[in-house]
Nanobody
Framework: QVQLVESGGGLVQAGGSLRLSCAAS??????MGWFRQAPGKEREFVAA????????YYADSVKGRFTISRDNAKNVVYLQMNSLKPEDTAVYYC???????????????WGQGTQVTVSS
């Protein structure tokens, strides 16, 4: 059974940092990514990493502040979020798929989400 389990969300002040983790079980994927959805907004792509090459991809809004990384042995992907802003407040979802491209869309496996709240 495939499962993606996120952890690490919480409340942080603007300028602070959080690290999200997503543990995958059941199979190894070709790509894993993070998406977020703020209240009243559509879910948007945040970052992704391809499992084989380790290439990373970011939304322009988080580039330079967020870093995605993976631990192949543990089948875990991380999202280090620095210099957080109130507009980063959202539910963050881990996603994965067997198809390596496209990296910003097409994910069939999703976690339950973890809340990130950035206070001003």
């Amino acid at each position: 059974q495939v499962q993606l389990v996120e952890s690490g969300g919480g409340l942080v002040q603007a300028g602070g940092s959080l690290r999200l983790s997503c543990a995958a079980s059941g199979r190894t994927f070709s790509k894993m990514g993070w998406f977020r959805q703020a209240p009243g907004k559509e879910r948007e792509f945040v970052a992704a990493v391809t499992w084989g090459s380790g290439n990373t991809y970011y939304a322009d809004s988080v580039k330079g502040r967020f870093t995605i990384s993976r631990d192949n042995a543990k089948n875990v992907v991380y999202l280090q979020m620095n210099s957080l802003k109130p507009e980063d407040t959202a539910v963050y979802y881990c996603a994965a798929d067997l198809v390596p491209v496209p990296v910003r869309t097409y994910y069939n496996y999703w976690g339950q989400g973890t809340q990130v709240t950035v206070s001003s």
